[in-house]
């Protein structure tokens, strides 16, 4: 199934995500995704969680948790936290779409949660996609979409082979749970 029909039919039935973990436009996401290490994934979705983050500040500038989430997970992936403070901070940030009326911010708020979750486990790294992808639906409409969308997908697997061929040379530190 195209993409854009399987987006029309999930709108068509409320859906909030327009995407799914089992969605086909994902699945090729899915396998590079689980074929990399878990730093290499961490590096990545922080890596976009930062341009969400940039971009709700635009529209939100007194909202601080969504950054305080970004922050926390940074830390947390570097072992100056621990996974409590960071965990509260990235559901403080879901928290944030609660109280939003735009779909296109909610959908960017739950993205960049769930892009600072993958420190936990880079099972959570389908869901920025998920999201993000939503965000930019939401934001251009469903007839205006199509090159936004595709171009974003590519851009993942751009920065997914970037940081598998550059994560060596990351100057950050690492918490011991992502150390190899």
């Not at 992936?77 to 403080?92: C, N, P, S, T």
């Not at 892009?115 to 790294?125: F, I, N, R, S, Y």
């Not at 939503?134 to 469903?142: D, E, F, K, Q, S």
Request: glycine share 4%.
């Amino acid at each position: 199934m195209y993409w854009l029909d399987e987006v029309k039919q999930n709108i068509k039935k409320r859906r909030q995500v327009l995407f799914s973990k089992d969605s086909e436009y994902l699945s090729d996401l899915a396998g590079l995704f689980a074929a990399r290490p878990h730093r290499v994934m961490v590096l990545w979705a922080l890596d976009f969680a930062a341009e969400s983050v940039a971009e709700l500040e635009r529209a939100y500038p007194d909202e601080l948790r969504v950054r305080e989430a970004l922050e926390a997970a940074r830390q947390w992936a570097a072992g100056e936290v621990k996974m409590r403070l960071a965990q509260r901070k990235i559901l403080d940030c879901h928290a944030v779409a609660k109280e939003l009326a735009d779909p296109a911010d909610i959908a960017a708020c739950h993205a960049v949660g769930q892009a600072c979750a993958v420190v936990h486990t880079a099972g959570h790294a389908l869901g920025y996609p998920m999201y993000d992808l939503t965000a930019i639906i939401r934001r251009l409409g469903v007839d205006n979409c199509r090159e936004a969308v595709e171009r974003r997908k590519a851009g993942y697997i751009d920065r997914l082979f970037y940081w598998d061929a550059h994560a060596a040379n990351y100057q950050g530190m690492w918490a011991e749970f992502l150390k190899d």
